[in-house]
């Protein structure tokens, strides 16, 4: 691609221009692995949680409830994943979407547990503070 053209992907940014169409093809089947690796760890927390509810050993925090829990695990499974993902060189680095979602469940199953009306202002913060961290810390 020559340097005065280029694609609406590129001129966002977000397209490197090294990247092949080999690469991308990689980093999609990477990531595809990793969600259903992601979503089958929730299936299973999920299921763990409903059980602990039916036996009646699921603990109580504030005001919280089965989803609370649910979306709590998935949060913070997603958050480790995310972290796990950054230090080790085997994976790709999350995007700014796996950080939003994984701050979205979290504080969806932590604001459940309070009886404070926490959610849409924590979560107006976090896709903040991570279009701001993008913006400041993108590498060139």
């Known amino acids: 691609m020559t340097s005065e053209k280029l694609s609406r992907e590129q001129a966002a940014g977000w397209w490197p221009d090294d990247l092949t169409w ?7 089947e990477e990531h595809h692995y990793l969600e259903t690796i992601y979503w089958a760890g929730v299936l ?5 949680v409903f059980m602990a509810d039916s036996l009646a050993v ?11 829990w649910i979306f709590f695990g998935a ?6 994943g ?3 993902r950054l230090v080790s060189r085997n994976w790709s680095n999350p995007t700014d979407w796996d950080y939003i979602w994984s701050g979205f469940w979290l ?7 309070t009886a404070a009306e926490v959610f849409w202002p924590l979560a107006l913060v976090l896709v903040g ?12």
């Open 44 to 48: 299973i927390w999920a299921g763990l």
């Open 22 to 28: 080999d690469d991308a093809v990689n980093w999609v």
């Open 107 to 113: 504080i969806l199953g932590l604001s459940g547990m």
């Open 75 to 80: 949060g913070l499974y997603g958050t480790l």
């Open 129 to 140: 503070v991570v279009a701001l961290a993008n913006t400041l810390f993108r590498s060139s």
């Open 58 to 68: 699921l603990p109580q925090v504030g005001t919280g409830d089965v989803w609370s």
């Open 82 to 84: 995310n972290l796990y």
